[in-house]
């Protein structure tokens, strides 16, 4: 067993090398070689979620590294061996986290001093880029804040992050400036609040400093600023945040900033700052899809060092939509009631919690989830994959042409002119309304909508359901045109 320890000790060094520390300690922490016989070297897992994500995304290079050593290799498996997860067992190999830098705090960040008492608090360093999980709706703002990270004052500059309350912008936000310092350890970095910012001006007016303020700002090389939309009617503080704009970006300086909406939508902003905050990257950052939902889970569930019911998790990401912070508060309820109660968490329990932190839920839904599906089947047993054959978790079979033939008929068109490319309103918003649905209720992928809908490629999809989610937050037909199909489908 020795031997293989040593040998499996040396691929983990290896593969530490081709990824960050935090995600290398995440997915190999715990991990132990179990059996080499027949060419084939068997590593224990700890749990089901580290064995998914180390097979799938590290199988390969895993068995070519092994090659390496082990001539005669002929595969590489993993095995589920809960025991791998107590303190005393010697089979595992342990793997030290990461040291952390010494560093003066206040108020949960770091904290920045410029001399003559100012201070600026910092990031948090919990907020990492490597443990943001973007999936499809947003690779775009990840790419961007990676592409900010290695090249600060480079070609995103300014890089204006906006979306929705809870979906992850503070996280990029801050992930961007720990990674930048990684990277560039001598850069300044300093991450505030709007309110901050402005509170930090009117202390300066009143105390007479506003020229140590002025030349506090303009030494960092990353000025990052949260909920610029707080900024309001404060004419002192825009003034005085458009000039420090205007310096830092002459000198080549990062700017990053982050608000609820985009530039064009901050009514309140005056129109010099709205200006330049077009000038460089502006992306929005999207609610995730369902498989994003659930990969956010099982990787708190990681970070937590807890095992939940893969269905519990499936029912907290179907039902918790629009918010990654109201994802994981859902998330933390449940497991303080395994941790406090002592008990198992159950569909019925995260349910529960669903109805008390994020929204209301049916009362028929505990059923639907636990009663039996048409044909017999026990809906808790279909799992996360029950949606990718066209089931959804509340109950009802239904798939793409059924959602299609539905609104056609709704709308009294053709499921022709669905598919087809006719741009006359009364064709494309029935059109736009079809993918969104598709992609709201079977969570299917842009592409695999785009090409049920003539062949059409995935930004098209995501602008149709970009348009209707817009749509639905102000248009009252539309409301009652979805709640009608929906009820058609027997979704209501």
């Not at 994003?292 to 095992?307: H, P, W």
């Not at 509340?394 to 669905?418: P, W």
């Not at 490319?421 to 009364?426: A, I, Q």
Request: net charge neutral; charged share 25%.
């Amino acid at each position: 067993m020795e031997d293989l320890k040593d040998i499996w000790r040396g691929a983990l060094k290896v593969i530490e090398q081709t990824m960050a520390r935090t995600v290398f300690v995440t997915w190999f922490q715990n991990t132990a070689p179990l059996r080499y016989e027949g060419g084939n070297f068997v590593v224990g897992m700890p749990h089901v979620f580290a064995k998914e994500q180390v097979q799938k995304q590290y199988g390969a290079r895993i068995m070519d590294i092994l090659k390496t050593q082990l001539t005669d290799l002929q595969q590489v498996t993993f095995e589920v061996d809960a025991a791998l997860a107590n303190t005393d067992d010697e089979r595992k190999i342990e793997l030290k986290a990461e040291p952390t830098k010494k560093m003066r705090r206040v108020a949960g960040g770091q904290e920045v001093s410029f001399g003559d008492g100012l201070r600026s608090r910092t990031l948090q360093g919990r907020y990492k880029l490597d443990s943001f999980i973007p999936g499809r709706n947003n690779r775009l703002p990840y790419a961007a804040s990676q592409a900010v990270s290695t090249s600060p004052g480079g070609i995103y500059n300014p890089l204006f992050l906006y979306g929705q309350v809870g979906l992850g912008k503070t996280h990029l936000l801050q992930g961007t400036g720990n990674q930048i310092i990684k990277n560039h350890p001598d850069m300044l970095i300093v991450y505030i609040t709007s309110e901050n910012f402005v509170n930090e001006v009117v202390e300066a007016i009143r105390g007479r400093k506003m020229k140590e303020f002025k030349e506090k700002y303009r030494r960092v090389d990353c000025l990052i600023v949260d909920d610029i939309q707080f900024f309001g009617e404060r004419p002192s503080s825009q003034e005085e945040f458009f000039h420090t704009f205007n310096d830092l970006y002459a000198a080549g300086k990062q700017i990053i900033i982050s608000s609820d909406r985009g530039p064009k939508e901050l009514q309140n902003l005056d129109d010099r700052l709205r200006s330049r905050f077009g000038m460089g990257m502006v992306v929005e950052v999207l609610p995730p899809e369902y498989e994003t939902r659930l990969a956010i889970l099982q990787n708190k569930c990681m970070q937590e060092g807890v095992i939940i019911d893969p269905d519990v998790l499936s029912c907290v990401a179907y039902h918790v939509e629009e918010s990654v912070r109201d994802l994981e508060g859902v998330l933390k309820s449940i497991i303080a009631c395994m941790q406090l109660e002592k008990i198992q968490p159950t569909v019925e329990i995260a349910l529960e919690k669903i109805r008390q932190i994020h929204k209301a839920v049916d009362a028929n839904e505990v059923r639907r989830y636990t009663g039996a599906m048409p044909g017999g089947v026990p809906v808790g047993a279909l799992g996360a994959g029950a949606q990718r054959q066209g089931v959804a978790t509340r109950g009802f079979v239904r798939n793409i042409d059924l959602v299609m033939t539905t609104v056609a008929k709704y709308y009294n068109i053709s499921k022709q002119d669905l598919v087809g490319d006719d741009r006359r309103k009364e064709i494309l918003v029935p059109r736009q309304m079809c993918m969104y649905l598709i992609r709201k209720e079977l969570d299917e992928a842009y592409e695999k909508i785009g090409a049920d809908f003539g062949g059409k490629n995935h930004t098209t999809v995501l602008h149709a359901c970009n348009k209707i989610h817009k749509m639905l937050q102000t248009d009252q037909r539309a409301v009652r045109d979805l709640a009608a199909i929906r009820e058609e489908l027997g979704l209501a």
